[in-house]
């Protein structure tokens, strides 16, 4: 599998990245910088997660204006798989890639922690080497992971089978707790129509290595390397 990871100023998640495509796929990715405006050829394209352009004006409102987005939205139209990781979400729903909105965290706070993460659609790339059901551990690190759409846009998401993850409680965590940011109905991740985009709120570039806590993450990475290579 051959892919791309995007890095804007701010970015601050591309190497963890890049470790974690190089372990699935024994290659490691190419880094184009946010202004250039040609993509290497690549099977796969992550935008990563940080703070692109330190968040000014809105989370990812920016970015998604840049050069490198630009390529990014043409090759998904061509049907390359497209991952947007944290701050990646929030690029790739300002660029109209996904629809809604990542608002600010209902506490208003940053929110740094573990989190269980249960796989709702398992039939994609993406999701495929765990299937529909599982409960994953992953970490979420942000302060708008807030995702919001109205009452039509999440009925046709859960219709159309492009929610692809929920927020769900870990063993043992309490009932009110396992949400860390208000998202509405748990939301955690959604596919395009297509279903060669995926936006995430969790890390799952930190859930590779047992000192990160959890392998989790190796699922997804593994997955694509299969399914894309």
């Not at 184009?32 to 409102?61: K, N, T």
């Not at 497209?82 to 940053?110: D, H, K």
């Not at 063993?171 to 959604?190: K, T």
């Amino acid at each position: 599998m051959k892919s791309a990871i995007a890095v804007f100023p701010g970015t601050n998640r591309e190497r963890d990245m890049a470790e974690a495509l190089e372990m699935a796929s024994g290659r490691p990715p190419a880094m184009v910088w946010h202004r250039d405006a040609e993509l290497p050829d690549a099977d796969l394209i992550v935008v990563p997660g940080g703070f692109s352009y330190g968040d000014y004006l809105r989370a990812g409102a920016m970015a998604a204006h840049s050069p490198v987005l630009r390529s990014v939205a043409e090759a998904a139209r061509r049907g390359v798989a497209v991952l947007g990781v944290c701050n990646g979400f929030q690029i790739l729903v300002e660029a109209g890639l996904l629809p809604g909105a990542l608002l600010p965290n209902a506490s208003l706070r940053f929110v740094c922690r573990d989190i269980g993460l249960r796989i709702v659609n398992g039939r994609t790339a993406f999701a495929g080497a765990y299937g529909a059901g599982r409960t994953l551990r992953m970490p979420v690190a942000h302060r708008d992971g807030n995702y919001f759409a109205d009452a039509d846009t999440l009925d046709r998401l859960e219709d159309e089978d492009r929610i692809a993850f929920r927020y769900a409680p870990l063993d043992g965590e309490a009932a009110d707790r396992f949400n860390p940011n208000g998202s509405v109905r748990n939301i955690a991740g959604i596919y395009n129509e297509a279903g060669n985009v995926l936006g995430m709120m969790p890390h799952p570039e930190n859930a590779v290595r047992p000192d990160q806590g959890s392998t989790d993450g190796r699922g997804l990475f593994a997955g694509l390397a299969a399914a894309l290579g």
